[in-house]
Each structure stands twice: as structure tokens, then as C-alpha cells.
């Protein structure tokens, strides 16, 4: 499983959204931390993880809180 750390950077991040999403009824605000580790983690790794593309969405509901 190692093997897939450098193919997918922000594959944990991603997950630890979904996971928070799931526990807080899909409240995109009660997720701001999490959400701003995977902009962290994308920004780190210039974007390439596919786990980046789903960010702009939770972007845009960050910014209308």
C-alpha cells in the first residue's frame, strides 16, 4: 500500500473530509480545517493528486459562509 503515497499526495486528506462531511450531516463549515489541509497538501504538490479536483467545490462553500 505504500507504493501509492507518491501517486496520490492528498489521498488522505480527501478522506478525512468525506469522513467529517459524513459526521456533520455534509455541513461543508464544520469541516473548514480538514478542507483547508487538502488546499494545503494540493498547493504542496501543485495540484496533481485527482483527490485536488473536488477542492474548488469545497472552496467556493468556504467562502460563502
Known sequence: MGGQKSKEPCKKEACDIQACLSKN????????????????CCERCNYQSTHCAS???????????
Open 25 to 40: 450531516n455534509f455541513m461543508s463549515q464544520r469541516c473548514l480545517r480538514v478542507i483547508e489541509l487538502l488546499q494545503s
Open 55 to 65: 477542492l474548488s467545490g469545497l472552496l467556493k462553500t468556504k467562502q460563502t459562509k
